[in-house]
């Protein structure tokens, strides 16, 4: 029997994308998402009121395509924008043009270790997770395979979901299984903004009930004292689930720190912005968390996340990325040590379930009474369309 030859790739395109999708935090005017959420800016009462004013939203959206032989594409979007696509055309490309998809270590490889002298996080690591999230949905589409399948099949028939947003009320009715409410207050507004943190949990703890997850997500915030008094106050007056990324991603002896003073029972956790198989090793070596969360679209893509989730398993530590659409969901649905999902709540309320990265993914599944079957993923690929309707900007080409 002969051995599968894939046509090799023949353009590299990368383009961006404003307005929501990837780049979510990229909204409209009175969006949950941008209302005075606590963040490492929010020392500077300018910077409090909206994350957009410090620029969370400047990059906007990165859309990797590219195109094989046979005219068959694969694309993926990621956050990282005009730098993003720069990277990509002029730096990444090199090592993808004439060659195989099948080749996917390889190129990963040869992307990190030419980009290390500047990159190894953030921007680089975006750019590089957008090329190998494209390399696996061209690899599936040539095969005619959805990406959950070429990684070992589903051990589960269906992903559940916990909400990101403001109303885990809502989120419970909807049929998640927990909801996760961003942080308000840091340690700049001091002991009253402690209290309405509180008082917002309690709140929403009275809505819920007792058996319904409650987490705060505090986006690094936080600093190691304010933390630990936050975590002892939420578990013990509100019976917080976890208490996620309270400190800088850097401060790796904070959250080791953090790890110890927190109550027993309530879980630390954080990665969303680390990357690659060294970073989750610092955060699981040092004991900093009980649940890492890398974002499939920021810490290297699908061949760096099997390299980190199969670490994390080694070590019994839960592996639940962060909320990246049908990116994280192929992941998930293969592996014991993540048994849950993530869904960030994209309507403004958020009182609807609306695809996460709506508009520019055609067919993106979204949770039905706070779940996904595994055969609604049963597409090629990761089973998604690029919605060409919208505006797509190349700035540069290879
Ligand atoms: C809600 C958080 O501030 C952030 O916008 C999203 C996030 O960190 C998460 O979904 O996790
Ligand atoms: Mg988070």
Redesign the pocket.
């Known amino acids: 029997m002969a051995i599968v030859q894939l046509p090799k790739i023949k353009h590299v395109r990368a383009f961006t994308v404003r307005g929501g999708g990837a780049d979510y935090?990229d909204q409209g005017a009175g969006h949950w998402?941008d209302d005075h959420?606590a963040t490492p800016m929010s020392r500077y009462p300018e910077y409090r009121q909206s994350r957009q004013s410090f620029g969370i939203n400047v990059l906007g959206t990165l859309v990797v395509e590219l195109e094989a032989e046979d005219g068959t594409t694969g694309f993926a979007v990621t956050t990282g924008g005009e730098p993003a696509a720069f990277i990509v055309e002029k730096h990444l490309s090199r090592f993808l043009i004439g060659r195989s998809p099948q080749e996917y270590e390889k190129i990963w490889d040869q992307m990190y270790f030419s980009t290390q002298y500047y990159g190894r996080k953030g921007l680089v690591v975006n750019a590089i997770s957008g090329v190998d999230l494209a390399l696996w949905d061209l690899l599936g589409k040539l095969r005619g395979e959805p990406v959950y399948h070429m990684l070992g099949g589903a051990v589960r028939d269906e992903l559940q979901f916990y909400a990101?947003g403001a109303r885990p009320d809502i989120a419970k009715e909807q049929g998640f299984i927990g909801g996760?409410l961003?942080l308000h207050h840091g340690p700049a507004e001091g002991l009253e903004g402690m209290d309405r943190n509180i008082a917002l949990l309690a709140d929403m703890r009275a809505k819920c009930g007792d058996d319904f997850w409650l987490m705060y997500?505090c986006?690094m915030s936080l600093d190691l004292d304010y933390a630990t008094r936050l975590a002892h106050r939420a578990w013990h007056e509100c019976g917080l689930k976890w208490i996620?990324?309270a400190l800088s991603p850097d401060d790796y002896w904070g959250y080791a720190q953090l790890r110890k003073n927190a109550p027993k029972g309530l879980l630390v956790t954080t990665g969303?912005h680390e990357a690659t198989r060294w970073g989750f090793r610092m955060l699981m070596d040092m004991e900093c968390c009980d649940i890492i969360?890398p974002d499939v679209g920021w810490c290297g893509g699908v061949t760096e996340l099997i390299k980190i989730a199969n670490y994390a398993d080694s070590r019994g530590v839960l592996m639940i990325p962060?909320?990246s659409s049908v990116y994280s969901y192929h992941f998930v649905i293969t592996r014991h040590n993540s048994p849950f999902a993530?869904f960030?709540m994209m309507h403004p309320g958020p009182t609807e379930v609306v695809p996460m990265f709506a508009p520019q993914l055609l067919g993106e599944p979204v949770p039905r009474n706070g779940r996904i079957r595994a055969s609604e993923l049963d597409k090629p690929g990761f089973g998604v369309e690029l919605n060409r309707d919208i505006a797509l900007h190349r700035p540069y080409s290879n």
Do not use: M
């Open positions: 935090h998402i959420i990101t996760k961003p997500d986006w996620e990324e969303e969360q962060h909320g993530e960030l």
